[in-house]
């Protein structure tokens, strides 16, 4: 089929493209700006007007990538303007305009962050959402626009909710986790083993996005996706150390002084981010799709490891 891939330039796009493409299907991408490969269409900034896509040849399928994430030092008023202006209204843009067009199926990579934070049991697709920030808020409003469009007839929506995405080339406070581990800097985190978080190998999350492109079972669902093996931040960072071939420098702080420390330092969301729960349930996922992890996280941080410096 013919695959419309926005954010191709992406961390996500970039492994995507050339898995749709060894799948047989015909890849278009779509990027913010001209990186002179071919197959590419120049969609600009996301928003409520989608003119570049009445310029592109109609494909059978979208899947849409491109997304405004968290930007620091951003005041909470502007966040929520630009995070609904791009996750929310330029996705319905994008997804009306795509259902008029004859577009078969849109597939939504979504944000496990829908579901919440902080819970202690794993999220499910079919609890109730509970985003707790402009990011999270945009692609919940997102998902229910587009179940809304569905149920109009005449386009196949399929969502998928992914936690941390890694892989090699990853960026954020994962890749500097990575680079800690491997120069072997001593980390306070020792103490971080009751929570439990969820992550997502670049390809695991690759190979469910290419099997909803055409499975029966995908349409107008919501599918959580992980490794299937969740650990508290402890463990992850032994991991890590394992994968890199270093060992793990970890010393023992207690999470309220750490929590104290972020607090004073002004990085109370990051340490959340870090230190608190965040997993989900993909069992619905294993049994209704047939999908299963094509990695396991040690071979998914041995290959992101690989990467890093």
């Not at 294993?286 to 396991?296: F, M, Q």
Request: proline content about 6%; hydrophobic content about 45%.
């Amino acid at each position: 089929m013919r695959v419309l891939v926005t954010g191709a330039s992406g961390f996500v796009g970039r492994a995507l493209c050339p898995a749709l493409g060894a799948a047989g299907h015909s890849v278009l991408r779509a990027v913010r700006r001209d990186d002179g490969q071919p197959g590419t269409v120049v969609s600009g900034d996301l928003g409520p007007s989608c003119e570049w896509f009445e310029r592109v040849e109609c494909p059978d399928v979208i899947v849409h990538l491109a997304a405004r994430v968290h930007q620091m030092n951003e005041r909470h008023d502007d966040a929520e303007r630009l995070h609904q202006q791009a996750n929310a209204q330029g996705t319905l843009a994008l997804a009306s305009l795509a259902r008029e067009r004859g577009v078969r199926r849109f597939v939504f990579v979504s944000s496990a962050k829908v579901n919440g934070e902080g819970r202690s049991q794993p999220y499910r697709a079919d609890d109730i959402p509970r985003p707790a920030d402009a990011y999270a808020r945009s692609k919940a409003d997102a998902e229910a626009g587009l179940m809304q469009i569905a149920a109009q007839g005449g386009m196949e929506v399929v969502i998928i909710r992914p936690p941390l995405v890694y892989g090699p080339g990853v960026g954020g406070n994962f890749g500097s986790l990575l680079k800690w581990v491997r120069r072997g800097y001593p980390l306070p985190l020792a103490s971080v083993t009751g929570n439990r978080r969820s992550l997502v190998a670049i390809d695991n999350l690759v190979s469910l996005i290419v099997l909803c492109i055409d499975h029966p079972s995908a349409i107008g669902a919501i599918w959580m996706v992980s490794d299937d093996q969740d650990v508290s931040t402890a463990e992850l960072l032994q991991r890590m150390a394992a994968a890199l071939g270093r060992p793990a420098r970890l010393w023992p702080l207690p999470p309220a002084v750490l929590e104290l420390f972020a607090v004073i330092c002004g990085k109370r969301a990051a340490m959340v981010r870090l230190c608190g729960n965040l997993s989900v349930d993909v069992s619905a996922t294993r049994r209704t799709l047939g999908w299963s992890p094509v990695v396991s996280l040690d071979e998914g941080l041995r290959r992101c490891g690989r990467d890093t410096t």
